[in-house]
């Protein structure tokens, strides 16, 4: 579900700029208007998951997200699209942030390590079968991938009466010097940092404007488009897979400096390649980063998080990468508008090499 609201109908985009009359750069807001409330919401679900607990917070946000982003489905206009896609960022706001915290929860050490490679494999086969199944479904209406969405209903039931979990630990009085220690260490400023300008790249430049780069240069239909975008998250599967086996031969630092020149990679493919299957090339060099660089980040993260503040400390991460998903698709269209749609990827592909540089030189061997 925490991937499900943007990968399910990025393959619509050109339909729905089409049937609101809206521009490409417009269409960046059906993006931004899903991850603003992260920025806003995350860290106190976060705090309300210290407190409470787990299940207390995530089922109710499965409930919104699933009835506000189906509801989409019947949006009459463009202002109203909007809105329902704000409601429903505002459910999926602690989706991402605490299914990490419960796998912090739940396993430690090595134990962990696997959990993550299998969790964004997970996460990746969702994005991988979103984008067709989005793309398949927008055939039939620019509206039918947002069904999808009522998804997160049945899943919250199953939340509700099937998840194991535990208490959170209690907090005492040292938990605030605690936490405000592990947010100062220089290390987790990276990786917050690490984590905004992936999604700046990925959100902006790929999923947001390589449909309308297939769609104007090479005609490509919904189905086609979400097809190529699925090969992002196939190989995205398969990196996360071989997380355990990666890190023993790698060092986290060539690791996370591996997958940005993976993401540079596959930018500067989609301004050289020709052909529209051939796209699908820089679509799998697009996964092999993301599944590296995904568990590589959030494991050194949860290493670094308070036992007691695990959800709050790891929400502020989500919403670093919220404010990456908001910022992605509007910077991007800034570029769009003033140089054109290859610029797109031209800025996305140095300021994926930039990151590289900056990692090899920032993390410790």
């Given amino acids: 579900m925490s991937v499900l609201g943007v990968a399910s109908i990025a393959p619509a985009f050109p339909q729905i700029a089409a049937r609101f009359g809206i521009g490409n750069a417009e269409a960046g807001w059906l993006v931004s208007s899903f991850t603003v409330p992260g ?52 459910g999926a706001a602690a989706l991402n942030s605490l ?33 067709a199944l989005g793309g398949l479904l927008a055939m039939l209406g620019w509206n039918y991938p947002f069904a999808l969405a009522f998804l997160g209903v049945p899943t919250g039931m199953l939340v509700l009466f099937f998840l194991e979990h535990r208490s959170p630990p209690r907090r005492n009085q040292s938990s605030g010097g605690t936490l405000r220690k592990a947010l100062l260490n220089p290390q987790t400023l990276l990786l917050f940092f690490t984590s905004t300008i992936t999604f700046i790249i990925l959100y902006g430049a790929f999923l947001t404007y390589l449909p309308f780069f297939l769609a104007e240069t090479f005609a490509a239909t919904s189905l086609t488009i979400g097809l190529i975008s699925a090969g992002m998250s196939l190989s995205a599967a398969l990196a996360a897979s071989q997380t355990r086996r990666l890190t023993r031969l790698f060092s986290r630092r060539t690791l996370l400096t591996t997958a940005f020149g993976l993401y540079a990679l596959g930018l500067l493919l989609i301004l050289r390649l020709s052909s529209c299957y051939a796209m699908l090339l820089p679509s799998l060099c697009f996964g092999l980063g993301q599944g590296i660089n995904m568990p590589t980040l959030l494991t050194m993260l949860t290493e670094i998080a308070p036992p007691d503040s695990r959800a709050v400390f790891l929400s502020l991460n989500s919403m670093s990468l919220r404010l990456g998903q908001t910022l992605g698709p509007l910077m991007m269209g800034a570029v769009y508008i003033g140089w054109g749609i290859q610029a797109v990827f031209f800025f996305g592909l140095i300021l994926a090499a930039a990151m590289a540089v900056l990692l090899w030189f920032s993390i410790p061997r």
């Fill in 99 to 131: 299914n990490v915290t419960l796998i912090g929860d739940l396993f430690h050490e090595e134990n962990r390590t696997i959990a993550m490679g299998y969790n964004a494999s997970v996460l990746s086969m969702g994005t991988a079968s979103y984008p």
């Fill in 39 to 90: 920025l806003l919401f995350t860290p106190l679900l976060g705090l309300l998951a210290d407190r409470f607990g787990r299940k207390q917070v995530l089922v109710p946000c499965l409930f919104l997200f699933g009835f506000a982003g189906g509801g989409c489905f019947f949006a009459a206009d463009f202002h109203t699209l909007l809105i329902l896609r704000f409601l429903q960022g505002t």
